[in-house]
């Protein structure tokens, strides 16, 4: 079967023996499993901490997390009730089925829509379809954002969201090197006493002290390259891609992080989180990213 299903996860199986593990919790993708050229057994891609909990008492620390409808702490007025992040990656979703299952790879989607708890701290009408789909060496997953709101005021009734794939990808963070944001303008949240936009000047951008950098209007294509292996991200509708790993200093910090795990992992999270995505009623948005295996050697000297 490609499609496995019980009470709280979905496995989905391709039949070239790449496979993906997605919880209904946070619809959060907890596994990629994916071969290459140089490792013919499919190999985990993605990092989840050894001390995340899985249980659905917090969101899930690693995989891809799913951020709607803000980034960090909130800053859009409708938003003051919310925690960071949002509410998305720690909601309980509903299943909606398969929607593709033939030899060039499974779908499944899942959906997102008010509970009594999300109305307790927003009032938007929204909702979300989240459609994951694995090929045998891809992995792509799709959010659309539908603005359900029937209000016929003047002027209409604007839904104003930011949305994030926080991808946790399993790689060396001390040899990792990002492609494709040399140029571009970025908030570096690490260094607290520069206030403004920075300019990136490196050709592959490491991660080897303490980064939380958010780029903005970005390519929307990058490579992540480490000795032996990369993989590429193409995405759409997706504007911003932030780059993060805490390093020691602050990684030992964070209580569901195992020791040392910042060595193995590098954020690399597209999203549209520079401003806010607006919809109008009955009009639906949607960000996809499409993660791919590099096959070869493609190191950049620098």
């Known amino acids: 079967m490609p499609v496995e299903q019980s009470a709280d996860k979905i496995i989905l199986k391709h039949p070239k023996g790449s496979s993906a593990e997605l919880l209904l919790y946070g619809a959060t993708v907890i596994s990629w499993k994916a071969a290459d050229k140089l490792h013919l057994e ?13 249980d659905g008492s917090k969101p899930v620390r690693g995989g891809i997390p799913v951020v709607f409808p803000c ?27 398969i929607v593709m299952d033939n030899e060039a790879g499974v779908s499944v989607r899942l959906t997102l829509e008010p509970t009594s708890g999300i109305q307790a701290v927003y009032n938007k009408p929204f909702h979300l379809s989240y459609v994951v789909t694995l090929a045998e ?28 794939f926080h991808n946790y990808i399993r790689a060396p963070s001390s040899s990792v090197l990002i492609h494709s944001l040399e140029n571009l303008k970025y908030i570096d949240k690490i260094d607290s006493s520069f206030q403004g936009l920075k300019t990136e000047t490196r050709a592959g951008v490491d991660v080897k002290t303490a980064t939380d950098s958010v780029y903005e209007d970005a390519p929307q294509n990058y490579e992540l390259t480490w000795p ?5 991200l193409r995405t759409t509708h997706l504007k911003d891609v932030v780059v993060w790993n805490p390093q020691a200093e602050a990684g030992s910090k964070i209580g569901d992080m195992e020791e040392g795990g910042w060595e193995r992992y590098v954020c690399l999270e597209p999203g549209h989180v520079r401003g806010f995505a607006k919809i109008e009623p009955g009009r639906t948005w949607m960000g996809q990213q499409v993660l791919s295996v590099i096959h070869e050697e493609r190191r950049m000297h620098l």
């Open 228 to 232: 032996g292996g990369g993989l590429s």
């Open 42 to 54: 499919p190999f985990e891609r993605l990092f989840v901490s050894s001390k995340a909990l899985l």
């Open 71 to 97: 980034f960090g702490a909130p800053s859009h007025p409708e938003h003051a009730r919310l925690s960071q992040h949002g509410f998305a990656r720690n909601s309980v979703w509903t299943w909606d089925g």
């Open 137 to 164: 060496h891809q992995l792509s997953t799709d959010l659309h954002v539908k603005n359900t709101s029937t209000s016929t005021d003047f002027p209409p009734d604007v839904l104003e969201f930011q949305a994030l």
